[in-house]
């Protein structure tokens, strides 16, 4: 199994959401508001004034566990969902999960 996380400005929280819920293979996932700290570009559209002054841009981050066949399935859905407007630009990565259940 795998983890897909993905990380969004707070802005495009909805539209990602949307995305997910389109996709068969997505069962769930988890969403937390988490601040963005770095070096950002200028041409960043995501930047506001207010990002610029405080210095963290609001993010959110998505964590959707998955079977290791439906990783790719779901990457790709959401590259051409990106692709033809219907997504913004997001950053992501993939771990290994172990183990899931519930307790």
Request: with cysteine; hydrophobic share 40%; proline share 2%.
């Amino acid at each position: 199994m795998k983890c897909l996380t993905i990380i969004i400005h707070t802005d495009d929280q909805q539209e990602l959401t949307n995305q997910l819920r389109t996709i068969g293979q997505v069962q769930g996932f988890t969403m937390n508001h988490v601040e963005g700290h770095g070096i950002e570009p200028e041409q960043d559209s995501f930047l506001s004034a207010r990002d610029s002054v405080v210095g963290a841009i609001p993010r959110v981050r998505a964590d959707i566990v998955l079977q290791d066949s439906d990783l790719d399935v779901v990457l790709n859905t959401l590259r051409n969902a990106r692709a033809s407007g219907q997504m913004k630009g997001a950053y992501y990565w993939v771990t290994a999960v172990e183990q899931d259940g519930h307790l």
